[in-house]
Nanobody
Framework: QVQLVESGGGLVQAGGSLRLSCAASGSIFSINAMGWYRQAPGKQRELVAGITSGGVTNYVDSVKGRFTISRDNAKNTVYLQMNSLKPEDTALYYC???????????????WGQGTQVTVSS
Protein backbone atom coordinates (compact mmCIF):
# COMPACT_ATOMS: atom_id res chain seq x y z
CA GLN A 1 0.00 0.00 0.00
CA VAL A 2 1.30 3.44 -0.95
CA GLN A 3 -0.07 6.89 -0.27
CA LEU A 4 0.58 10.58 -0.82
CA VAL A 5 0.02 13.27 1.79
CA GLU A 6 -0.01 16.94 0.81
CA SER A 7 0.55 19.99 2.98
CA GLY A 8 1.16 23.69 2.64
CA GLY A 9 -2.07 25.07 1.22
CA GLY A 10 -3.83 28.08 2.63
CA LEU A 11 -5.10 31.60 2.09
CA VAL A 12 -2.78 34.22 0.63
CA GLN A 13 -3.14 37.65 -0.92
CA ALA A 14 -2.48 38.20 -4.59
CA GLY A 15 1.23 38.54 -5.22
CA GLY A 16 2.09 36.29 -2.30
CA SER A 17 3.76 32.90 -2.17
CA LEU A 18 3.02 29.41 -0.94
CA ARG A 19 4.99 26.18 -0.95
CA LEU A 20 3.18 22.87 -1.28
CA SER A 21 4.73 19.60 -0.20
CA CYS A 22 3.71 16.04 -0.97
CA ALA A 23 5.29 13.06 0.73
CA ALA A 24 4.94 9.49 -0.43
CA SER A 25 4.91 6.66 2.07
CA GLY A 26 4.34 2.95 2.20
CA SER A 27 5.99 0.03 0.48
CA ILE A 28 7.90 2.03 -2.12
CA PHE A 29 10.43 0.51 -4.46
CA SER A 30 10.74 3.55 -6.71
CA ILE A 31 8.85 6.63 -7.84
CA ASN A 32 8.70 7.61 -11.50
CA ALA A 33 7.00 10.82 -12.57
CA MET A 34 5.45 13.13 -9.98
CA GLY A 35 3.21 16.10 -10.52
CA TRP A 36 0.79 18.67 -9.25
CA TYR A 37 -2.73 19.08 -10.60
CA ARG A 38 -5.42 21.57 -9.67
CA GLN A 39 -9.16 21.78 -9.96
CA ALA A 40 -11.14 24.97 -9.57
CA PRO A 41 -14.92 24.93 -8.97
CA GLY A 42 -16.76 24.17 -12.20
CA LYS A 43 -13.56 23.39 -14.09
CA GLN A 44 -11.75 20.26 -15.11
CA ARG A 45 -8.67 19.08 -13.30
CA GLU A 46 -5.52 20.28 -15.07
CA LEU A 47 -1.84 19.43 -14.85
CA VAL A 48 0.03 22.36 -13.31
CA ALA A 49 3.56 20.95 -13.26
CA GLY A 50 5.31 17.63 -13.63
CA ILE A 51 8.77 16.28 -12.92
CA THR A 52 10.41 13.04 -14.01
CA SER A 53 12.61 10.87 -11.84
CA GLY A 54 15.56 12.48 -13.59
CA GLY A 55 14.41 16.00 -12.83
CA VAL A 56 12.99 17.07 -16.18
CA THR A 57 10.12 19.49 -15.58
CA ASN A 58 7.14 20.80 -17.49
CA TYR A 59 4.55 23.46 -16.68
CA VAL A 60 1.20 24.65 -17.90
CA ASP A 61 1.66 27.99 -19.68
CA SER A 62 -0.30 29.97 -17.10
CA VAL A 63 2.22 29.27 -14.31
CA LYS A 64 5.51 29.40 -16.22
CA GLY A 65 7.92 31.79 -14.56
CA ARG A 66 5.89 31.83 -11.32
CA PHE A 67 5.79 28.21 -10.12
CA THR A 68 8.69 25.81 -9.61
CA ILE A 69 8.37 22.07 -9.11
CA SER A 70 11.15 20.10 -7.45
CA ARG A 71 11.64 16.76 -5.75
CA ASP A 72 13.78 15.18 -3.07
CA ASN A 73 14.17 11.54 -4.04
CA ALA A 74 15.75 10.62 -0.71
CA LYS A 75 12.61 11.84 1.07
CA ASN A 76 10.13 10.64 -1.58
CA THR A 77 8.78 14.18 -1.62
CA VAL A 78 7.74 16.61 -4.34
CA TYR A 79 7.35 20.35 -3.85
CA LEU A 80 5.58 23.16 -5.64
CA GLN A 81 6.88 26.66 -4.96
CA MET A 82 4.23 29.15 -6.03
CA ASN A 83 5.18 32.82 -6.35
CA SER A 84 3.32 35.87 -7.62
CA LEU A 85 0.05 34.13 -6.95
CA LYS A 86 -3.09 35.34 -8.70
CA PRO A 87 -6.78 34.91 -7.80
CA GLU A 88 -7.13 32.59 -10.79
CA ASP A 89 -4.68 30.19 -9.11
CA THR A 90 -7.36 29.47 -6.51
CA ALA A 91 -8.12 25.74 -6.62
CA LEU A 92 -7.81 22.42 -4.88
CA TYR A 93 -4.30 21.20 -5.59
CA TYR A 94 -3.60 17.48 -5.89
CA CYS A 95 -0.32 15.62 -5.85
CA UNK A 96 0.14 12.66 -8.19
CA UNK A 97 2.88 10.06 -8.51
CA UNK A 98 3.61 6.83 -10.33
CA UNK A 99 4.88 4.57 -7.56
CA UNK A 100 6.36 1.11 -7.96
CA UNK A 101 5.63 -0.98 -4.89
CA UNK A 102 8.09 -3.33 -3.29
CA UNK A 103 7.59 -7.09 -3.44
CA UNK A 104 5.04 -6.95 -6.28
CA UNK A 105 6.79 -4.27 -8.41
CA UNK A 106 3.30 -3.18 -9.37
CA UNK A 107 2.85 0.40 -10.60
CA UNK A 108 0.34 2.52 -8.69
CA UNK A 109 -0.91 5.78 -10.20
CA UNK A 110 -1.46 7.45 -6.86
CA TRP A 111 -3.32 10.63 -5.85
CA GLY A 112 -3.16 12.68 -2.69
CA GLN A 113 -6.22 13.97 -0.89
CA GLY A 114 -5.82 17.56 -2.09
CA THR A 115 -4.91 20.81 -0.40
CA GLN A 116 -6.81 24.06 -0.88
CA VAL A 117 -5.09 27.16 -2.19
CA THR A 118 -7.08 30.40 -2.05
CA VAL A 119 -5.70 33.66 -3.43
CA SER A 120 -7.58 36.83 -2.50
CA SER A 121 -7.51 39.94 -4.64
Amino acid sequence: QVQLVESGGGLVQAGGSLRLSCAASGSIFSINAMGWYRQAPGKQRELVAGITSGGVTNYVDSVKGRFTISRDNAKNTVYLQMNSLKPEDTALYYCNADIVATMTYRLYHTWGQGTQVTVSS
